[in-house]
């Protein structure tokens, strides 16, 4: 059924005050509330205008159109007598003209009280309006987030929207900055303090470098940078869901984002990326997170010194204003030119975020009090001149819970660090570049500065060190030129899931070597017991033997002699000897240290050299040795087979050790083969043979 509708009247009649029709009447028309004539028409067409009166027909009719405007009707007699007057008289014209201007009013953009002003809004939800909800003006619902849109930025990856974007931040200083989808390809925009800045998302909202960036100018900035030192001008920035993009424009002294001097600032769900140098710069900023954020492509692609790192956080340029109280998780670091994260700032916390293929570092701090807890970081490689997973060179640290593998430096380097805790981390696979880093290791410990600010206080307990590519140097090793580290434990580490390269698990060069270390219960590695000491000048023979044995042996050319030597605590050797009771003209016999494992001589610890046999008596060489504690084994490999000397019983200690090759025999003597010479870095195939062992001693 069609919708339908009353007819309007399609002539006017009018009638006299004696009900009948007013023929020859008069109808007066004016503006409404006026006396001021306006004129009507004969037709729809309004060309043909009606007289003012309008002279009424032998019906009491007429033909009356109206415009849009408002009228006055004034009907009289023929002769003028006035019957009745009716004011603000209207048409559909009239209406239409109404609804036309109000459509107008709300399409205005330049009327604050019109367009959306009047427009009412009430807060509800699917049931109806929430209670306690307070009705105001769909403008005064917008006002409280601006848009990029609405001060023209185009977001088509083509149109420079410098302008229109920063027009928007500035009007935005204090509220919430919305950039929907779009890609805004911008010169330096500077953000306010108080402002929060937000996108759909980062794969889709996207702020990238314009040509004309200068190399010195960064991309995204907060506005106040500049004030007295120690003083935190801007507060309060967010900036959310945005991916900035470097547009690689090449090589760069400004970082692509930087935040000077900010308190509470925070980084969330952005992606930076695609710029030769640091990518987001905290500096001189506390109280602040970075969260769920994604680095990539960061850092210049040749070898600088300083190739900048995807994240710096650190104290202000200019002056020197510390960071401190930064937090940064859940984050993504990959395949950066330098470091994924370089950090000074004091009271850092990196948390859950992963590093993969980044060059000189995952993570670089020397922030004091600081924890680096629960981050997976693997295939650091060189840029310059450093490739560990973590480096760290401040005080009051606690690793812990972090995985580390393939890097080919250190998993973890430790430089002149004080009162650390380095627990529960799995490091796997250092060194894998083993040319240039010759001791790369699980840990390593680097002290390059004098007591008291050599590295000290540092535990390393509970953590799993392996490497199944059997090429890394240690799983602990220590370096340094100046004062050994002081009071490091080293306990209930996992270190004997692969074989060394160094022929240990823990390296101690001898001017790192400190009594007040102590290394224990590491399966893989010899332990520290509490023990009395060595005394400086006396013979040591190692438990398996007294010093004072008496017996003797007749050696035999080209074969190695060992004897189990059993180290109770770290301790510097230099001397080791042993004792000719028949001499042999023109012999001589190379001494040294083998590492002892599962019963047997392994890997050459020490090749002392040569002593001669050609007189009786007491014959030694100078070294200089670090053994930590554990069991090694002492051995001679002579030139002649004339010579003799002392020897003694094994301790029952040693042959528990050793072991028989049958109940009740006494082959407990430990040979191998060998040509004489420089002692082979391998201990050849053990055999045994029965008699007493080689007295060999040690002095410190």
């Given at each position: 059924?069609?919708?339908?509708?009353?007819?309007?009247?399609?002539?006017?009649?009018?009638?006299?005050?004696?009900g009948?029709?007013?023929?020859?009447?008069?109808?007066?028309?004016?503006?409404?509330?006026?006396?001021t004539p306006?004129?009507?028409?004969?037709?729809?067409?309004?060309?043909?205008?009606?007289t003012?009166?309008?002279?009424?027909?032998?019906?009491?009719?007429?033909?009356?159109?109206?415009?849009?405007?408002?009228y006055?009707f004034v009907?009289?007699?023929?002769?003028?007598?006035?019957?009745?007057?009716?004011d603000?008289?209207t048409?559909?014209?009239?209406?239409?003209?109404?609804?036309?201007?109000?459509?107008?009013?709300?399409a205005?953009t330049?009327?604050?009280?019109?367009?959306?002003?009047l427009?009412?809004?009430?807060?509800?939800?699917?049931?109806?309006?929430?209670?306690?909800?307070?009705?105001?003006?769909?403008?005064?619902?917008?006002?409280?987030?601006?848009?990029?849109?609405?001060?023209?930025?185009?977001?088509?990856?083509?149109?420079?929207d410098?302008?229109?974007m920063?027009?928007?931040?500035?009007?935005?200083?204090?509220?919430?900055?919305y950039?929907?989808?779009?890609?805004?390809?911008?010169?330096q925009?500077v953000v306010?303090?108080?402002?929060?800045?937000?996108?759909?998302?980062?794969s889709?909202?996207?702020?990238?470098a314009?040509?004309?960036?200068?190399?010195?100018?960064?991309?995204f900035?907060?506005?106040?940078?500049?004030?007295?030192a120690?003083?935190?001008?801007?507060?309060?920035?967010?900036?959310?869901?945005?991916r900035?993009?470097?547009?690689n424009?090449?090589?760069?002294?400004?970082?692509?984002?930087?935040?000077?001097?900010?308190?509470?600032?925070?980084?969330?769900?952005?992606?930076?990326y695609?710029?030769?140098?640091?990518?987001?710069?905290?500096?001189g900023?506390?109280?602040?997170?970075?969260?769920?954020?994604?680095?990539?492509?960061?850092?210049?692609?040749t070898?600088?010194?300083?190739?900048?790192?995807?994240?710096?956080?650190?104290?202000?340029?200019?002056?020197?204003?510390?960071s401190?109280?930064?937090?940064?998780?859940g984050?993504?670091?990959?395949?950066?030119n330098?470091?994924?994260?370089y950090?000074?700032?004091?009271?850092?916390?990196?948390s859950?975020?992963?590093?993969?293929?980044?060059?000189?570092?995952g993570i670089?701090?020397?922030?004091?009090?600081?924890?680096?807890?629960?981050?997976?970081?693997s295939?650091?490689?060189?840029?310059?001149?450093?490739?560990?997973?973590?480096e760290?060179?401040?005080?009051?640290?606690?690793?812990?819970?972090?995985?580390?593998?393939?890097v080919?430096?250190?998993?973890?380097?430790l430089?002149?660090?004080?009162?650390v805790?380095?627990?529960?981390?799995?490091?796997?696979?250092p060194?894998?570049?083993?040319?240039?880093?010759?001791?790369?290791s699980?840990?390593g410990f680097?002290?390059l500065?004098?007591?008291?600010g050599?590295?000290?206080n540092v535990?390393?307990v509970?953590?799993?060190m392996?490497s199944?590519s059997?090429?890394?140097?240690?799983a602990?090793r220590?370096?340094?030129?100046?004062?050994?580290?002081e009071?490091?434990?080293?306990?209930?580490?996992?270190?004997n899931?692969?074989?060394?390269?160094?022929?240990?698990a823990?390296?101690?060069?001898?001017n790192?070597?400190?009594?007040?270390?102590?290394?224990?219960?590491?399966?893989?590695?010899?332990d520290?017991?509490?023990?009395?000491?060595?005394?400086?000048?006396?013979?040591?023979?190692g438990?398996?033997?007294?010093?004072?044995?008496?017996?003797?042996l007749?050696?035999?050319?080209?074969t190695?002699?060992?004897?189990?030597?059993v180290?109770?605590?770290q301790?510097?050797?230099?001397?080791i000897?042993l004792y000719v009771?028949?001499a042999a003209?023109?012999?001589?016999?190379?001494?040294?240290?083998?590492?002892?494992?599962?019963?047997?001589?392994?890997?050459?610890v020490?090749?002392?050299?040569?002593?001669?046999?050609?007189?009786?008596?007491t014959?030694?060489i100078?070294?200089?040795?670090?053994?930590?504690?554990?069991?090694?084994?002492?051995?001679?490999?002579?030139?002649?087979?004339?010579?003799v000397?002392?020897?003694?019983?094994?301790?029952?200690a040693?042959?528990?050790?050793?072991?028989?090759?049958?109940?009740?025999?006494?082959?407990?003597?430990i040979?191998g083969?060998?040509?004489?010479?420089?002692?082979p870095?391998t201990?050849?195939?053990?055999?045994?043979?029965?008699?007493?062992?080689?007295?060999?001693?040690?002095?410190?």
């Open positions: 059924m069609p919708s339908v509708s009353l007819s309007p009247a399609p002539k006017l009649q009018f009638f006299g005050t004696d009948n029709p007013l023929v020859g009447g008069k109808v007066y028309t004016y503006a409404a509330g006026t006396t306006l004129t009507t028409y004969y037709d729809s067409t309004g060309t043909v205008a009606n003012n009166p309008i002279i009424l027909d032998t019906r009491g009719e007429a033909n009356i159109w109206l415009t849009s405007a408002a006055k009907l009289k007699t023929s002769t003028d007598t006035l019957i009745w007057t009716v603000n008289i048409s559909n014209a009239y209406l239409i003209s109404l609804l036309d201007a109000f459509k107008a009013d709300l205005n330049t009327d604050v009280a019109k367009g959306d002003a427009v009412g809004f009430k807060q509800s939800n699917s049931s109806g309006i929430l209670a306690g909800a307070v009705g105001r003006t769909v403008h005064q619902k917008f006002q409280e987030m601006i848009s990029v849109k609405d001060f023209g930025a185009a977001g088509d990856s083509t149109t420079n410098t302008t229109a920063q027009n928007a931040l500035t009007a935005a200083a204090g509220k919430s900055l950039i929907p989808a779009g890609t805004y390809v911008c010169s925009l306010s303090s108080g402002t929060s800045v937000y996108g759909d998302s980062a889709t909202t996207i702020i990238q314009a040509s004309s960036l200068n190399s010195s100018t960064p991309l900035r907060n506005l106040t940078q500049s004030g007295a120690n003083v935190y001008t801007d507060n309060q920035i967010s900036v959310s869901n945005i900035f993009d470097g547009n424009l090449g090589t760069r002294t400004a970082g692509l984002l930087d935040f000077v001097k900010v308190q509470h600032l925070t980084l969330n769900n952005c992606q930076v695609n710029v030769q140098y640091i990518g987001a710069a905290l500096n900023c506390v109280y602040s997170t970075v969260t769920n954020c994604s680095f990539a492509a960061c850092g210049n692609q070898v600088t010194v300083e190739g900048g790192p995807a994240l710096y956080i650190g104290n202000a340029f200019s002056d020197g204003t510390p401190y109280d930064v937090f940064v998780t984050c993504n670091f990959t395949n950066n330098w470091a994924g994260m950090a000074t700032a004091d009271r850092t916390i990196i859950g975020n992963y590093f993969q293929s980044n060059k000189e570092s670089f701090t020397t922030g004091n009090v600081c924890v680096i807890t629960g981050n997976w970081i295939g650091v490689t060189r840029k310059y001149i450093s490739a560990s997973g973590i760290a060179g401040g005080d009051q640290l606690t690793i812990t819970g972090n995985f580390i593998a393939n080919e430096a250190d998993c973890i380097s430089t002149d660090t004080q009162t805790t380095v627990t529960g981390n799995s490091l796997i696979n060194r894998a570049d083993s040319t240039y880093y010759t001791q790369g699980c840990i680097n002290t500065t004098a007591s008291p050599n590295t000290r535990l390393i509970g953590n799993n392996a199944p059997n090429n890394a140097y240690a602990v220590f370096y340094g030129t100046t004062s050994p580290p009071y490091i434990t080293v306990s209930d580490n996992q270190m899931q692969n074989s060394w390269s160094s022929g240990q823990i390296v101690i060069p001898a790192q070597a400190s009594i007040t270390n102590v290394y224990r219960d590491n399966i893989g590695a010899f520290v017991f509490d023990y009395g000491g060595y005394v400086s000048g006396r013979f040591y023979a438990e398996a033997l007294s010093p004072a044995a008496a017996s003797t007749s050696i035999s050319a080209n190695l002699y060992g004897t189990p030597f180290v109770r605590q301790k510097l050797w230099n001397k000897g009771t028949t003209l023109g012999g001589a016999a190379y001494l040294g240290i083998y590492r002892m494992e599962n019963g047997v001589p392994t890997t050459k020490l090749d002392a050299g040569a002593v001669g046999l050609d007189t009786v008596g014959k030694e100078t070294i200089s040795q670090v053994l930590p504690a554990g069991m090694y084994c002492v051995v001679l490999l002579a030139s002649t087979s004339s010579a000397v002392k020897a003694g019983t094994l301790s029952p040693a042959v528990a050790t050793v072991g028989t090759s049958a109940i009740g025999t006494a082959d407990t003597i040979l083969s060998a040509t004489y010479g420089a002692l870095n201990f050849p195939t053990v055999t045994y043979g029965t008699g007493d062992s080689a007295l060999i001693t040690l002095r410190c």
